[in-house]
Structures are given as C-alpha cells and as structure tokens.
C-alpha cells in the first residue's frame, strides 16, 4: 500500500549497491513523471545518468528503446524504477534481460504486484507495517528527536497516535514531524481532530491506489470500506456477485494493489487507514447532507436522515445501531424506507419497533436485521435481487403472502422466529445454498 516505505527500501538498497555496477540509474515517481512529461524524458534521464557525458536527441519512445538496448546491453548496471503502475513504463525502459549487461540488476517499486508477476520478475518482495516497538521508535524521532518519550505526559500519547496510524510509516512520519515541539494540550487537541478529520497529507497519498481502479473495483472497495471489513470472504462475495460487481476478478484486483488481504480465518481485512480513506471519499460527495451520500453507516449521520427524513435515493447501503443506548428500543416509521429506491445493502443492528413498515427496495441484496418487529415483510416487496436474507430471533410469522421467484437468494436464516406459522416455499429458490429454521 502507499506510504508503506517502498521508496525508502529502495533508496537504501540503491546506495548500498551502486558501487559494484558501471553505471546506475534511480528514476523516481515513474507513474507522476510519465503523465506530466512522457515516456521519452525518462528513457533521457535513465540513459544520461548511466552515461554520464553524453546528451540525447530523440523524439519517441520506439526510438528510445533502440538506443537503451544498443548502448546499455554490454554494461553491468543498476536501475532502479520507482512507483511503477503500467506495463508501457517496463517495455520501454527496461524491456528485455538482454538490454543490460551480465551481473546487472532492476529493481521496480509499485503499487499493483500482479503488475510484476505478469512481467515474469525473478522476485518479489512484499514490506509490511512496521511492529509496535519499530513504529513507536520511528514516531518518537520524528516527534521527540530520540527513540524514547522524553516526558511522563507524552507516553500515552503517542501511543495512542501510534495506534491510530497502524505501523504505517507515512502516517508516523507525518504525524510526528507535525506534533513536533508542541504542547500536551496541542497533541490532545490533534487526536480528537483526527478522529473527526483525517491528515490529508496521508491520505492524498494513500488515494492514488483508489483513482486507479475501475469503477467496479471502487464500489467494491467503498461497500467493504463501510460495510464488510473483517467478514468472511465468501459471504461478502456471494454479496456482492449479487450487486453485478463481479468480486472474483474485483478483490483480486484489489488483493494484487494492497488495498485488501485475506487472513488465515479467511476474513476481508482492510488497513484502518485505509478503511478511513473509504469513508472520507463517500462522506465527502455529500459534507452537508448525509441523506444524499450512498453509504450511511455512523450513527449520528443515520440518526440524523432518520428523525429529520432527509433520506434521498442516493441511498444504497445502510447500518442502524444504537451503541450509545443499548437497552433503548428505537421507532422506525413506517415510512421509513420509502425514498430509498436503490438501497441494495441494509443492516439493523440494535432494539427496533416497527409494526406498520410499507416499503422496502426491490434492489436490496442483503437484509440483516436481528429481532425484527415485522411480521410480515411489506406486501409491495419484490426479493427477486435478494441474495442474502438473515432475520433471526424475529417476530416474522410469514415473510411474504404468496409464493415469489427467489432465483438469487442463497442464504435464508430464520433461527429463533418462534412466531413462524408458515415457512417459506424454497422450491422457488434454486440456488439456496444455506437454509436455518433453528428453534
């Protein structure tokens, strides 16, 4: 991911290295270079500082790849090419193994490793977050100028900032250099802005992974951003497969940029700044107005489109919770719903009272809602998009009054609905995978 320290690596190693080549080469910011300037000024530049007295008038990049092989393929050299994100950026500077003299090495940084493996690479080396103790060093010299908290008052701070930037180097650097000669009371104040505000130093550069991605490949993101971070794998995918965001191919993408991985536990994990960058981007299609975002997920924002009714159709994925009173059952009218058409993702996660609901959005895709009221699901509510349909410990006595295609539905959980006279007609839905009628 951004801000992981790949260019830091990089430099280290170019260093350490470069004695032993005839000539060496370290082109920086590759994919920012190739946009403002093109191709053919870094083809100049790799070729300028490997041959140190020569200049080069050349026009394309074909010609370019002519003149580095020509020249190049009877030194001994090091290369280095950092933040890489296109194929084009390898063929025409590196090209082939036999542009470059025996013994020589190239070393890419990039952000996408499917990027590498397609370019049959003879390794790949993947950096991890910085452990605790690392990143607790690293903060405290950006911070303090020494490996150790100097004052008393400072220690938890920082270990709370630590926490917060999850053993990212970019974030301790930034955060550090930041809170630098500054007071406890300023340091407390920084902490509870950034739990309302994120450093936008950290997350313009953690965001060009995102800008990059297709538009499925975004949606999928942003829904496991504010939805699905630390699920199980194969729920959120038979989810999303039901949205038409096609997540085979979609978290791959997503696995290969090191926006997501995958544990042992096969649970979606997400880095937490990440997951704040996700929900940075949806609140800010909408600063003012929550009702008009696409997700909702905080409960101030949700509390606020539900009592004051400025839902929208922008709607398409919502959690209700009520973490602040948990004993406290909360009214949902029965209109509640209505001006969420395209709501496709709906979560209720607390105490809930609504008897009379008359409206649900035919494109929901995932219904979770524990200890429903309703005894019936409204009477206009067509599940043909329905994939996942969880409703245990309900007071549901017949989800819908006549039999409904449910083609899409491949999981139905009604444990503990004690009040259910009749069970649902599964043999309208043939690819029900997961049926549980417990208790």
Known sequence: MGGIGKTTLARVVYSQMSPHFEGKSFLANVREVSEKYGLVSLQKQLLSQILLDESFNFFNAHEGKAIINHRLS????????????????????????????????????????????????????????????????????????????????????????????????????????????????????????????????????????????????????????????????????????????????????????????????????????????????????????????????????????LTKATATEMIEGLIIDNKRELDKTLTLNGDTFLKMKRLRLLKVHCLSNCCDLTYLSNELRLLEWSGCSLRSLPLGFQPENLVVLLLPYSNIEQLWKENTALYKLKVLNLKGSENLIKAPDVTTAPNLEILVLEG
């Not at 550090?176 to 505000?197: P, V």
């Not at 993408?253 to 997400?270: A, D, E, F, G, Y």
């Not at 600063?287 to 924002?301: A, F, N, Q, Y």
């Open 74 to 305: 009877h030194k001994k050299v090091l290369v280095v090419l950092d933040d890489v994100d296109n194929l084009q950026h390898l063929k025409c500077l590196v090209g082939r193994r036999d542009w470059f003299g025996l013994g020589s090495r190239i070393i890419v940084t990039t952000r996408d490793e499917h990027l590498l493996r397609s370019y049959r690479v003879d390794g790949v080396y993947k950096p991890t977050t910085l452990k605790r103790n690392d990143a607790l060093h690293l903060f405290n010299l950006k911070a303090f100028g020494c490996e150790k908290v100097p004052k008393e008052d400072f220690i938890e701070l920082a270990k709370h900032v630590v926490g917060y930037a999850g053993g990212l180097p970019l974030a301790l650097e930034v955060l550090g250099s930041f809170l630098c000669d500054r007071d406890a009371r300023q340091w407390k104040s920084a902490i509870e802005r950034l739990e309302r505000d994120s450093n936008k130093e950290i997350f313009d550069r953690l965001q060009i992974s995102f800008d990059g991605l297709e538009e499925r490949e975004k949606n999928i993101f942003l829904d496991i951003a504010c939805f699905f971070n630390g699920e199980e794998k194969d729920f959120v995918m038979e989810v999303l497969d039901g949205c038409e965001f096609f997540p085979d191919i979609g978290i791959d993408v997503l696995i290969k940029k090191s926006l997501l991985t995958i544990n042992r536990h096969n649970q979606l994990l997400m880095h937490d700044l990440l997951q704040e960058m996700g929900r940075k981007i949806v609140r800010e299609k909408s600063i003012d107005e929550p009702g008009k975002r696409c997700s909702l997920w905080e409960e101030r924002d949700v509390y606020h489109v």
